[in-house]
């Protein structure tokens, strides 16, 4: 009588589980049902996952594991190819969109569609040039910050310096007798590249202060919004503030100088100057707050994604040796047809390195440095038969695209052969984003990494401790140990 009064009780508690789970998880979606079902379209196909915490623990469980793609996956398995879907995660409502079309819509469509990045990276990477201004605004401060870091002219004014700091980098990584943490190591390469471009200098104490206080910085981007003590966000914030306590000597002194015309007759080399010197009919100035923010937005989206760019080209590379050797033959090739008189690299030497950029955008599509792009609907927008709500976020998932089959054959093989006189599709390679907020630092980001590159495979190679090491795309791609290796010189080509 005992034991079946337990398997009842038993038996009666799962079944209560049961429904209780199904019961309680559909609140979320239920509730945004009802508070829309007056709308003309209907929401995307899709759950939104438990009561405030949404769909986070499913998308912190995909992307730890080191099988970031199986979260999208399961949406297209459940629900169709439909290309977009509803969902909660960073505490808000959301509507992801994976297909070409509709992601360059969004991302081109400044009109009803503003950035719409989570409470802790707004909070963190607040920027009133870029964000908090009008349309015409940005687009004056887009152009503003843009023109001293692309085009010809100003590329070739930073390659000397940025093959400076790599020599020397790459010379002091092969002298190094431990293994080395490679991420930590190219955090390193990529500040000192980035603070030489935006303010004009490589010292040392100045590129310690901000790779110390920047790491801290980009460790709270996704935290929980908590501003107490002993939170990730609360040191995020120290070290904001402690950016800005770094970078305001450097706009003081530059201040000074261009108020005492000693900037006159000469070139300006940074990003510091330009937006140091807008005047009002050329647009809105600029206040010191202003130009920290800027400063401090650029250093961070630059050196984050080049970094980790640097870390997975050679990873990629150093797993795959028949690509490692056509890669170093391209080079060993520049190398061997320069000029006597050249002793350097040239713009014109990287651009005709065809298959090394290959290896590049076969890097960026396959690591997918950031996994979405954020924008939030201003307006209730109609796509596909579809709403996005106003207020919603909408994610940009460009990982979704870069890696199906339909664009790109075998996708999780790394394979630069397959840009091959490719014509991609409009919206399929996204790695930089689209429309006016497109990254402005693309050019530069590729720059530093085919110059890493080239000096790598001339003189280099990697020998990782463990390939097997187990890699995580939380927030971004990373392996265990921040890939430990050690950098081996090799006999000069």
Excluded at 166 to 184: A, F, Q, T
Excluded at 191 to 214: E, L, P, R, T, Y
Excluded at 398 to 425: C, G, L, Q, T, V
Aim: with cysteine; aromatic share 8%.
């Amino acid at each position: 009588m005992e034991v079946h009064w337990v398997c009842m009780s038993a038996a009666t508690l799962l079944v209560c589980d049961i429904i209780g789970s199904k019961f309680v998880r559909n609140l979320n979606g239920w509730y945004y049902d009802v508070k829309l079902r007056r709308k003309k379209h209907p929401l995307p196909p899709s759950d939104m996952g438990w009561p405030l915490i949404g769909n986070l623990l499913s998308f912190i469980k995909h992307f730890s594991s080191g099988h970031p793609d199986s979260f999208i996956n399961n949406l297209l398995l459940k629900y169709g190819q439909s290309g977009i879907y509803k969902t909660h995660l960073f505490g808000n409502p959301n509507i992801i969109v994976c297909e070409p079309q509709m992601c360059r819509r969004v991302l081109t469509d400044d009109v009803n569609f503003k950035l719409g990045y989570p409470k802790s990276i707004k909070k963190l990477a607040r920027c009133r040039p870029m964000i908090d201004v009008s349309n015409a605004e940005h687009k004056h401060f887009q152009r503003l910050i843009t023109s001293p870091i692309v085009g010809h002219k100003a590329l070739t004014m930073y390659l000397e310096r940025l093959e400076e700091i790599v020599i020397n980098s790459l010379e002091e990584l092969s002298n190094m007798k431990h293994p080395v943490e490679l991420l930590k190591e190219m955090k390193k390469v990529s500040f000192k590249a980035i603070v030489h471009v935006f303010m004009g200098s490589s010292n040392q104490d100045i590129v310690k202060k901000i790779g110390s206080s920047s790491t801290d910085l980009y460790n709270g981007m996704f935290s929980i919004p908590i501003n107490v003590p002993g939170f990730t966000f609360h040191t995020a914030l120290e070290a904001r503030k402690k950016l800005a306590k770094i970078g305001q000597p450097v706009v003081d002194d530059r201040r000074l100088m261009i108020e005492n015309g000693q900037q006159e007759g000469h070139q300006r080399k940074d990003l510091n100057d330009i937006l140091l010197e807008v005047q009002d009919d050329n647009g809105p100035n600029m206040e010191d707050e202003d130009v920290r923010d800027v400063l401090a937005r650029l250093k961070f989206a630059g050196h984050e994604s080049t970094d980790t760019g640097l870390m997975c080209s050679i990873t990629y590379l150093t797993l795959h040796p028949c690509i490692l050797l056509q890669a170093k033959e391209e080079q060993v090739d520049k190398k061997r047809t320069r000029l006597s008189s050249q002793k350097q690299l040239s713009l014109k030497e990287i651009k005709q390195m065809v298959y090394l950029s290959q290896v590049i955008d076969e890097t960026l599509r396959c690591a997918n440095i950031a996994f979405a792009t954020f924008r939030e609907a201003t307006a209730d927008v109609n796509i596909n038969g579809y709403i996005i709500p106003k207020g919603w976020r909408v994610l940009i998932w460009a990982r979704a695209i870069h890696m199906d089959s339909e664009y790109y054959p075998n996708p999780e093989e790394f394979n630069p052969s397959r840009w091959d006189d490719y014509n991609a599709k409009a919206g399929t390679f996204l790695p930089f984003g689209a429309g006016s907020r497109l990254c402005p630092g693309a050019d530069l980001a590729k720059l530093e990494i085919s110059i890493f590159l080239h000096y790598f495979l001339l003189n280099y190679r990697l020998e990782r401790v463990n390939t097997e090491c187990h890699v995580t795309s939380l927030p971004v791609y990373k392996a265990s140990f921040n890939c430990l290796a050690k950098v081996i010189k090799v006999s000069c080509a």
